[in-house]
């Protein structure tokens, strides 16, 4: 992703820091006057003073705002760089929860696995898909996205997830940017999709694949696990 926020945020802040130093250096140095002369002269500065650190106070919060951004941003993986794609595999050992693997490709472009505990045999993976206007793409911002949560569903009922808070959070749960620019919608160019697959069964004999397409997200059967001793359902 592209520094160029980080770098923005970076000078907003030493910027609104050094506003505030300056106001602070004005008043240390009236008190040394005051406390020499005894008597304190109020001048017209005062106004110019409040003015430096209102601007201050401001440039550092939009500073903060764009380390936040910077943060959301680098936080998901590039379509260009990575294959959209998330595999699963499952371990059901005796007397032990059931887990799931899950291996994908993380932002630095590295093979990370996770192990997730189920409650539920049958789930939901949820994905965002980020695609960014000309404006954006200018500084350097890229389309992206990121595995987000598992929804964990009956056996009678599949519920729209979107709006739900999922049962189990990846990487960090649903996005604040996604939160930010549906919020401002219209005024933001970037648009967010949120997807979900179909309804995945656990079966430790066999392997999943999630490949992240145009616009869903879908799953293909891998090859089947042998069964081993270790195994029970």
Known sequence: MSSFFLLSGTVL????????????????????????????????????????????????????????????????VLLEEAVPQIELSFIY??????????????????????????????????????????????????????????????????PNLLHLQPDYDLNGGPSGLRSLIESFQGFIPAKVTTMVTPVIVADPERDYVIELSEDSLFFRQGIDNPPTADYSK
């Open 93 to 158: 050992e005796e007397y032990r929860t059931p887990r799931v693997v899950l291996k994908t490709i993380d932002r630095e472009h590295q093979l990370s696995s996770q192990v997730v505990p189920l409650a539920h045999d049958r789930f939901q993976l949820s994905a965002e898909v980020v695609k960014w206007g000309r404006l954006f793409e200018v500084f350097g911002l890229k389309d992206c996205y990121q595995f987000t949560g598992i929804y964990y569903v009956s056996e009678n009922s599949a």
């Open 13 to 76: 802040f030493f910027v609104g820091l050094g506003c505030l130093i300056i106001v602070f250096a004005k008043i240390v140095g009236r008190l040394k006057a005051y406390r020499l002369s005894s008597v304190y002269v109020r001048k017209r500065s005062n106004f110019r003073n409040v003015i430096l650190t209102i601007a201050g106070i401001v440039l550092i919060s939009c500073a903060q705002g764009l380390y936040w951004f910077h943060n959301q941003a680098r936080s998901f």
